[in-house]
């Protein structure tokens, strides 16, 4: 073989190596980067109403078409969903906005795979059906309507 040919095809496999390890690290970057921003969209919720309210417009920025982050973001929805609906003293219409908010964006979630968020949906259904029986004794402050929260329900279960 040509020694200039042996020569091209060591410097090309140099090369393809090196394009790989750039890939390879700027594929890692990225994923080391959707981590945090996913981490810091979930500190979000443990904080005040317009804190939840910047953490709802992240998920429905930047975070909804990372499917792969479902796992992570369809229970941390669906926990905030409940505590708004039957546990909050707060009375602000941030918070009834964001119960909203929250509610269309698990509703189009849980529906990209119901089998596999089948628990979450369970546990908003059993959330809507405490907070509609007049016997139950813990109820929000958040003034959502019957009407609302059957429509729910309904939207849910299709």
């Not at 410097?11 to 390879?24: K, S």
Request: hydrophobic letters at 40%; a negative charge.
């Amino acid at each position: 073989m040509d020694n200039g040919v042996l020569t091209f095809i060591i410097a090309a496999g140099g090369w393809l190596v090196a394009l790989g390890q750039v890939i390879f690290g700027y594929l890692e970057r990225q994923q080391k980067r959707n981590d945090e921003l996913l981490l810091k969209t979930e500190e979000y919720f443990k904080g005040s109403a317009q804190e939840r309210n910047i953490g709802i417009s992240l998920i429905e920025g930047l975070i909804k078409s990372r499917k792969h982050q479902y796992g992570v973001i369809i229970p941390l929805l669906a926990n905030q969903f409940i505590y708004l609906l039957i546990q909050t003293s707060e009375t602000s219409a941030d918070e009834e906005r964001n119960l909203v908010r929250i509610f269309f964006l698990l509703n189009e979630l849980i529906h990209t795979d119901q089998i596999k968020y089948h628990y979450e949906k369970c546990e908003v259904l059993d959330a809507i059906g405490r907070r509609i029986d007049e016997d139950y004794p813990e109820k929000s402050a958040i003034d959502i309507s019957d009407v609302t929260l059957k429509m729910w329900k309904q939207k849910l279960e299709n």
